[in-house]
């Protein structure tokens, strides 16, 4: 199974800031990425797919890049609707296998 | 409106059987590819199962394969999961999540509620 690896597990960060989320897979998937926001008692929504396609409604402040291995959800400047928890999904194969999150919380 | 609406979670003795429906609206439910994926009391993601459009490709994770079974009834527009021989670890909330068309990466653009599911004696 390929397994995904998110860093850091925890942030913190002001209004305004600049936030990089790092996944790691543990074999290359190309660009089968995708990066999902949940707020506390939701359910995720889709932020970007294909490692770097903006979903549809979500706001272009939110950006992914990468490829084979190594993979960055950066958000430009952080608002306080953005603090949530941060997961990233390889569909390269099954299992479909999520990071473990990344929790963005309020400095 | 586009939506997804898990049911049927609830509490149940280890070594009983549960069944979840997801009912979708709003959109061709016959032509997507549907899935579960649960989250354990504050912890993370994991991917349960997918099924395709028309229920002949079917994948579970390890650890529910042999006590899960995953199937659709494309008349009603639903998903289910019938859940066999639970175990305390199966303890989370259920969600099903629609296949997003007309992408080779296909993640999950449409999401249920939830629904949990709690095994305890």
């Known amino acids: 199974d390929i397994q995904m690896t998110q860093s850091p597990s925890s942030l913190s960060a002001s209004v305004g800031d600049r936030v990089t989320i790092t996944c790691r897979a543990s074999q290359t998937i190309n660009k089968y990425l995708n990066w999902y926001q949940q707020k506390s008692g939701k359910a995720p929504n889709l932020l970007i797919y294909?490692?770097?396609t903006l979903q549809s409604g979500v706001s272009s402040r939110f950006s992914g890049s990468g490829s084979e291995t190594v993979f960055t959800l950066t958000i430009s400047s952080l608002q306080l609707e953005d603090f949530a928890t941060y997961y990233c999904?390889?569909?390269?194969?099954?299992?479909?296998?999520f990071g473990q999150g990344t929790k963005v919380e309020i400095k | 409106e586009v939506q997804l609406v898990e049911s049927g979670g609830g509490l149940v003795k280890p070594g009983g059987s549960l069944r979840l429906s997801c009912a979708a609206s709003?959109?061709?439910?016959?032509?997507?590819?549907m899935n579960w994926v649960r989250q354990a009391p504050g912890k993370g993601l994991e991917w349960v199962s997918s099924i395709n459009s028309a229920g002949s490709h079917i994948y579970y994770a390890d650890s529910v394969k042999g006590r899960f079974t995953v199937s659709r009834d494309n008349a009603n527009d639903s998903l289910y999961l019938q859940m066999n021989s639970l175990r305390a670890e199966d303890t989370a909330v259920y969600y099903c999540?629609?296949?997003?068309?007309?992408?080779?990466?296909?993640?999950?653009?449409?999401w249920g509620q939830g629904t949990l599911v709690t095994v305890s004696s």
């Open positions: 709003g959109f061709t439910f016959s032509i997507s590819g």
């Open positions: 999540a629609r296949d997003k068309l007309h992408t080779a990466v296909i993640p999950f653009d449409l």
């Open positions: 294909g490692a770097s």
């Open positions: 999904q390889q569909t390269f194969t099954t299992p479909r296998t």
